[in-house]
Structures are given as structure tokens and as C-alpha cells.
């Protein structure tokens, strides 16, 4: 194994090579294409513990972007997912997991009766925004910037953009305009801007993320979420609530559960199956029914793959057996901790958002609470976590490329240690 200062990335360089000849970019989602010296190529993964293709090793705070809750290889979803694979993986029909899935997931969200599956996040948000204009027969999707719902046409729109275009605008070029017009977007936790745009008419859904993650780790402020609910009430217009990242993260109810307040429809993603792709929308009985009567459309070839689901039934009924929350959060707050004090004693402005639950971000800049997107931009220097970031690669930590930090049930006291010891030489480096 490669020590922690002697990070050689000679094999990813090469790897890297190598694809950018055939693959766009060399990499086969865009949140990949940064990374330095080059996006790495990941050997494999084994509890908190990756290994790039140079044999260096990481303790793995990026947990493939939020799904690795479990950590990599975690043996309940192995097991289960090997034998499922005995069993053949689509059948253009239903198979016997389905049920038991969404069983579990009806019990243990009491906000939701009846579920649809898919694929990824960015899917379900737009089945979800697809049943509001169903239900209600209205076009407008309100939604807030910074928070991200996923790539597609009406979604990828005005996510982070300082200073912010007057209209929501597609983020890249090919993208619909008109879709990204049914958009209205407000700042969020400002109650003001939801109300003037639900005034405006023609409002099907209020789409947020209950916690902000994707630009800046941010809670609601208090009554906030109350209010944007009641405000959706008076307005016949539905609360849709995107628990991509929380969802099974923030505890096992996810924000909501958290925060005491529930919406008209949630998503899940990510944390839910350990890696394999699948998504849930979960609401009433009733919002579903034209999905059920085939009214409204919701398809997919991949839907419900078995070896997917067979992972989602292991990775919830272990969260659900092993009840890893209280560890996590733990876990996490002793990593917040350690990470402030290591930036007070460099004389470093190292600011660490954590809020509960199993996940933190690093910025540099006032370590007051952030309230709003803007109040983050303004207090996040990039250079410098770019800087700092590449220094825990280069000691053998690996947090997102934005500073978010998951931590997994596969931590534990002495990564923990050793993380801090890497951040601490990273920081000196600085
Ligand atoms: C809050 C949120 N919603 C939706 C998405 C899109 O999910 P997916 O990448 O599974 O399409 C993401 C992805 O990061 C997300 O963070």
C-alpha cells in the first residue's frame, strides 16, 4: 500500500487516458469531470475504505455521492444481491420483491401509503411534478435556487448562478427554454418570495429539497417549512419534498421525520439501495391512483430490477435492525468537532456545518449558521477548500469534490482518528 505522503497517481492518469479517447470527457456523469490530478479510477471499495487503481487508500467520506450508508461491500446486501442474481434480473412483469419492498417502506414512513419505483432521483422528481399538474391541472412548478432535483430539461435550471438571471433559464446549452419558464424560482427560507410566487397563479407544486445539501448544508429556518405547507394548502397547490440526499440519511424518516413535518409527495434516492439504482416515490393512496389507472404516465424498462430491489429490502431493513443513527451522528459530530479545532489551531477561518445526522460540509469562511444560499456563496472561499480537499486526497481522504462529508455505519472511532490526523497535515499544507 502506497503511504499517505507519497500519493501517486500515475495508473489513474493513464486509466484516465485511456477513456478520454472513447468516453466524453473520460468520465460518464459531468459531477465527475473535476478532479485532480485527474478524476480517479476506483479499484474497489470495502466499508469505509476505497482503493484507486494506483493502490492508494482512502477513507471514504463521499459514499458514491450519498448512497454508501451502509459502506461499500456491506455483507447483508451482497448476500442478497448475489442471490438474487441466480434468479434472473427483468421479466417485462412483477417480481416477488416488489411487494415486500414497498411493504417495508409504507411501514416505516408513516407519510406514505403507496409508492411508485424507478431508477434515480431526477426520475422520480419528475413523476412527482408530472402527478401535481395531474391533480391539480396547473402548469408552474415553484422551486428554489441552489437546490438541485437532477439534469433534466425543467429541472437543471438556474441551480447556483451568482448574480441570478431575472428568468429561470436552462444551466447549459440544449436544454428546453420552455421548460425551464414553467419554472418559478424563489430564494429559499424566504417565506415572501413563496407566497408572492404562489399568488401568481397557476402553481401545481412547491419542489424543495427539506434540508438545502447541494449548494451548502443549510436548515430550514424555524416555521419555515410550516409555512411554505400551509401556504401550498391555501392555494391548492401540492408540497413535494425531495429527500434524495436526507431520505434515510438524516435518520431513518429522513428530514422529515427530523424536522416533524411531512409533504404532499416524497422522493428517495441514493441511500436507499446501497449503490444499485433505484428510487421511490412515496405519497397517498389517492395522488397515485391516475398513476395506477394508467392516466398518468410512468414507465421504465429497468424498473424493479431484481438484483436493485433485493438490494433497497437489505439496505432498509438493515437501517431499520441495526438503528446505526445514533452512532453515526456521533461519529460525525466528533469529525466536526475535530475539523473546527483544527482550524482554529492553524489560524484558519475552517467552517463545519453540521446539523445532525450522518453528514457535514466544509467551507472556509464565517462559522455562523448559513440561512441562505447566497449567505453560503458569500461565505465559502472555493480556492481554498479546492486546495484543502486536494490535500486530503493526497493524505488519503476523500469527502465529495464540494466539501459535503458522508459518513457511513462502516466509520468508526479510529477512521475518524485518522481522518483528523490527515486534516490536520492537509490544513498545514495550506
Ligand atoms: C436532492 C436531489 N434530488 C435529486 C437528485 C437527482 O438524483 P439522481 O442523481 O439519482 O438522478 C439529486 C442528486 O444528487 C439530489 O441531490
Known amino acids: 500500500m502506497t503511504t499517505a505522503t507519497n500519493f501517486c497517481y500515475d495508473q489513474s492518469k493513464a486509466e484516465h487516458a485511456r477513456r478520454k479517447a472513447v468516453i466524453a470527457g473520460g468520465v460518464n456523469s459531468n459531477v465527475r469531470l473535476s478532479g485532480a490530478p485527474v478524476p480517479l479510477t476506483i479499484a474497489r471499495g470495502d466499508g469505509a475504505l476505497l482503493w484507486d487503481i494506483d493502490d492508494n487508500t482512502y477513507i471514504d467520506y463521499a459514499a458514491g455521492m450519498g448512497p454508501m450508508i451502509l459502506g461499500h461491500n456491506h455483507p447483508a446486501v451482497t448476500s442478497a444481491v448475489q442471490q438474487s442474481l441466480s434468479t434472473g434480473q427483468l421479466f417485462a412483469g412483477q417480481n416477488v420483491l416488489e411487494a415486500e419492498f414497498a411493504e417495508i417502506l409504507v411501514g416505516a414512513l408513516p407519510w406514505i401509503e403507496s409508492v411508485r419505483i424507478g431508477l434515480s432521483g431526477t426520475e422520480m422528481d419528475l413523476l412527482a411534478i408530472r402527478i401535481a399538474r395531474a391533480a391539480t391541472g396547473r402548469q408552474k412548478v415553484v422551486r428554489f435556487t441552489g437546490h438541485y432535483h437532477g439534469w433534466l430539461d425543467p429541472l437543471f435550471v438556474n441551480m447556483a448562478v451568482i448574480p441570478e438571471p431575472s428568468e429561470p433559464a436552462p444551466l447549459t446549452p440544449g436544454q428546453s427554454v420552455s421548460a425551464a419558464s414553467d419554472m418559478v424560482l424563489c430564494e429559499w427560507n424566504d417565506i415572501t418570495q413563496v407566497a408572492q410566487a404562489l399568488e401568481s397563479g397557476d402553481v401545481a407544486c412547491v419542489l424543495m429539497e427539506p434540508v438545502m445539501c447541494n449548494t451548502g448544508l443549510i436548515s430550514p429556518s424555524d416555521g419555515y417549512l410550516e409555512g411554505v405547507k400551509e401556504l401550498c394548502r391555501q392555494h391548492g397547490a401540492l408540497f413535494i419534498v425531495d429527500e434524495v440526499i436526507t431520505g434515510f440519511r438524516l435518520g431513518l424518516t429522513g428530514a422529515q421525520g427530523l ?12 441511500a436507499i439501495a446501497s449503490g444499485f439504482p433505484l428510487a421511490v416515490l412515496g405519497t397517498t393512496t389517492e395522488l397515485l391512483a391516475a398513476v395506477g389507472r394508467g392516466e398518468v404516465n410512468h414507465s421504465g424498462t429497468y424498473n424493479t430490477g431484481v438484483s436493485s430491489v433485493a438490494a433497497g429490502i437489505a439496505t432498509v431493513r438493515t437501517l431499520i435492525d441495526t438503528d446505526p443513527y445514533p452512532e453515526m451522528d456521533r461519529l460525525t459530530r466528533r469529525l466536526a468537532d475535530g475539523l473546527r479545532q ?34 453560503f456563496a458569500a461565505n465559502s472561499d472555493g480556492p481554498r477548500l479546492a486546495a484543502f480537499l486536494q490535500g486530503l486526497q493526497d493524505h488519503g ?3 465529495t469534490s464540494r466539501g459535503l462529508w458522508f459518513v457511513s455505519a462502516a466509520h468508526d472511532d479510529a477512521l475518524i482518528d485518522k481522518t483528523l490526523d490527515a486534516a490536520g497535515r492537509a490544513l498545514g499544507e495550506l
Do not use: W
Open 259 to 270: 424536522l416533524g413535518i411531512n409533504g404532499d409527495i416524497s422522493i428517495y434516492a441514493k
Open 397 to 399: 481522504v476523500r469527502p
Open 342 to 375: 483544527l482550524g482554529h489551531d492553524h489560524d484558519l477561518e475552517l467552517a463545519v456545518d453540521h446539523i445532525g445526522g450522518s453528514l457535514c460540509q466544509t467551507r472556509f469562511g464565517n462559522s455562523a449558521a448559513m440561512t441562505s444560499r447566497a449567505d
